[in-house]
């Protein structure tokens, strides 16, 4: 969301206080974080706001330089303003293809749990990301986004800490087991203390809920053989360097652990994560990636395809961005921006 429109939303609907702009500041904890992406979802009252929102996301993600997106939704802050979770979903949807009309972005969803809560709303979610992503139920559900299944992927969101891995089995195993081909993509790795640190959190993750990618994952650093295994195992990590510093995950960007993951072989992306409370965007992380962490061209390329490559885009979109990518490291003057 854009800080603007927040500011719109509020006074539209008289939501007060307006949610403190946390812009470029580092947060004092992840609960402080939490309470500000709350305090913004109350902002969203009626279908009109949705459409906007996802609009404004599909024009910022074309200005800096996307093609596919997968936003990971917390519909459990919004959802009973618009029909419960599967009418969220379908107006998400239909703003979906209305976006990707106007500005050739396309997107696919990320339902994800919320640590913190019942495990009743984790199967729950579970069982509509498994309807929303299976490409017979999807249509009849309304749930699709230019044909396709307008669900893409199972997050898990939330404070690791007292929220082990184990407790959302089988949420995972409902919604991205039997084939349904959708992806097993939690938060992991980000915000410990956890017991046995952050790396734990990551390993847990890939052995109990088959993790095919994960958001941050940077604290896997710290182990060689949680390294070794995601390696082995070839998953990716969505890495938000912006977001890991200021909230203290690092000391520093300086001291960001991407190269080395990189360099030892780890798959990553580079993200924005929210560009609302960390005031940057696609661009900016790259060119912050290059500049502060001195990654090569060849490895920005390498964190680009790999975007493309670990996502649910459309196989013959994802052919052309991959050509595309390599163009640009190639310096062909024809290559589009990617």
């Known amino acids: 969301m854009r800080r603007q429109t927040l500011v719109d939303l509020c006074a539209r609907h008289s939501v007060s206080p307006v949610p403190p702009d946390t812009r470029n500041r580092r947060f004092d904890g992840f609960s402080a974080f939490v309470d500000v992406y709350v305090a913004a979802c109350e902002s969203l009252r009626d279908t009109s706001d949705l459409d906007r929102l996802v609009l404004e996301v599909a024009e910022d993600a074309a200005s800096a330089g996307c093609r596919w997106i997968e936003p990971a939704l917390s519909l459990t802050f919004y959802r009973g303003r618009f029909g419960g979770t599967e009418g969220t979903l379908r107006a998400l949807c239909r703003a979906a293809e209305r976006a990707e009309n106007q500005t050739g972005v396309a997107m696919g969803f990320v339902l994800a749990v919320e640590r913190q809560l019942p495990l009743s709303e984790a199967m729950h979610l579970a069982e509509v990301a498994r309807t929303a992503s299976a490409s017979a139920s999807a249509p009849a559900r309304g749930m699709t986004v230019h044909g396709r299944p307008g669900v893409v992927g199972f997050g898990l969101h939330g404070p690791e800490g007292g929220h082990p891995p184990a407790g959302f089995e089988e949420a995972f195993r409902v919604a991205c087991g039997g084939g349904h081909g959708l992806k097993s993509v939690p938060h992991a790795g980000e915000i410990a203390p956890v017991p046995g640190g952050g790396a734990r959190s990551v390993r847990d993750a890939v052995s109990v809920l088959n993790a095919e990618r994960i958001g941050h994952g940077v604290l896997a650093a710290e182990d060689g053989p949680t390294l070794d295994l995601i390696v082995e195992k070839g998953i990716c990590l969505d890495v938000c360097v912006t977001s890991n510093h200021l909230l203290r995950v690092v000391d520093g960007v300086v001291n960001h652990p991407l190269p080395r993951l990189i360099r030892r072989g780890v798959q990553c992306t580079i ?53 595309d990518i390599q163009a640009w490291l190639n310096d062909d003057p024809n290559a589009e921006e990617v």
Do not use: I
């Not at 502060?292 to 649910?312: I, N, P």
């Not at 459309?314 to 052309?320: A, K, N, S, W």
């Open 271 to 323: 993200n924005s994560d929210d560009s609302l409370l960390f005031g940057c965007d696609l661009s900016s992380e790259y060119e912050l990636c290059r500049r502060q962490l001195g990654m090569t061209d060849e490895e920005l390329v390498k964190c680009a395809a790999a975007s493309f490559l670990h996502s649910s885009a459309p196989r013959e979109l994802v052919d052309r961005a991959l050509a």
